[in-house]
């Protein structure tokens, strides 16, 4: 769900929610080998849990700290991140535009998979470890519904 008055950004609302079995690993650090077996494990009950937590859900407090570079807004934005069955309240920076009739967000966003009950995962035999800390990039775009 999204309201936006690019006046009023406070007021405004973004509320995304994807589906657990959708995020993707990106990590060029790793082996493609080693990339799809992570990408495999993610779905599992003791990582994402997708079964049983089948969205990953944002729900909006507060953005504030509006900032207008260049045809578009900086605003932080804080809201309670829901995954795994534990909500966290975050707070990161997001860049929003208008394109017509379509708003776009962009940002990056780190947390801490210890934080909502997550065991980084550990493969091989031990030898690949994901971090603790995982770095979501986003980049949502939607369009005016009709009214």
């Not at 936006?4 to 990590?27: A, K, N, T």
């Amino acid at each position: 769900m999204v309201r936006f008055d690019p006046s009023r950004v406070e007021d405004s609302l973004v509320s995304p929610s994807i589906e657990s079995y959708s995020p993707v690993v990106v990590d060029l650090q790793v082996s493609d080998k080693e990339r799809s077996e992570i990408q495999a494990t993610m779905p599992c009950p003791w990582v994402l849990g997708a079964s049983s937590f089948p969205r990953i859900v944002f729900r909006p407090i507060h953005a504030g700290g509006v900032t207008r570079p260049e045809n578009s807004l900086q605003v932080k934005l804080t809201g309670k991140l829901g995954l795994h069955d534990v909500e966290q309240e975050i707070t990161f920076p997001v860049r929003v535009s208008l394109q017509g009739e379509r708003l776009r967000a962009v940002g990056t966003v780190s947390v801490a998979q210890s934080d909502f009950n997550i065991a980084p995962v550990k493969l091989c035999g031990k030898t690949v470890r994901v971090k603790d800390q995982a770095i979501v990039k986003f980049d949502f775009l939607t369009e005016r519904a009709n009214r």
